[in-house]
């Protein structure tokens, strides 16, 4: 039998992954478990009637994979990609269930373990990013990492079709 102080204590000592990137020389994280694999850039299949944001899709395995520039989505500059550009591949969820996207960033950083209670909330001070997008933040090395919430990424009108393209 545990007591509100013990199940605060485990709480505490619970850790969660992110794989960490760069955007703008600002760092970001996703959950380890959302992460696929990492690519380095390779040209995508144009797709017409998307948003801009949608740089096209990736025949991953004969899986068609939409590929969208957080950078876009995020509403920076936009840049051209470089031989350390990456596409990180989700898997994401939403009401219709399990997709798979890429992320276009602009390089990966490092994995780290995160206790769940050091991660900040985000603040509404209408930063660089809608923060509808994150799950919190976090110090790392006297840098901020933004938290994503991989699973908000994913707006399913944005993508509707996407999976019939061949």
């Given at each position: 039998m545990t007591n509100d102080n013990q199940v605060s204590v485990l709480d505490d000592k619970k850790a969660e992954q992110y794989l960490t990137f760069q955007l703008a020389d600002?760092?970001?994280g996703v959950e380890?478990?959302?992460v696929q694999e990492i690519r380095g850039w390779e040209p995508v299949r144009d797709i017409p009637n998307t948003p801009r944001f949608i740089k096209g899709a990736?025949?991953?395995r004969g899986a068609i994979v939409p590929v969208v520039d957080l950078r876009e989505r995020f509403?920076?500059?936009v840049v051209e990609y470089t031989p350390i550009t990456v596409v990180i591949v989700l898997c994401v969820n939403n009401e219709d269930g399990a997709h798979?996207?890429?992320v276009v960033a602009d390089t990966v950083s490092d994995v780290l373990d995160i206790k769940?209670?050091?991660i900040k909330k985000s603040p509404d001070l209408g930063a660089k990013i809608d923060?509808?997008?994150m799950r919190g933040m976090y110090v790392y090395k006297q840098r901020m990492v933004m938290l994503l919430d991989a699973d908000k990424l994913l707006n399913p009108a944005e993508f509707?079709?996407?999976g019939k393209v061949a």
């Open positions: 600002e760092s970001y380890i478990l959302k990736l025949n991953l509403g920076m500059p798979i996207i890429g769940l209670s050091d923060t509808r997008y509707e079709g996407l």
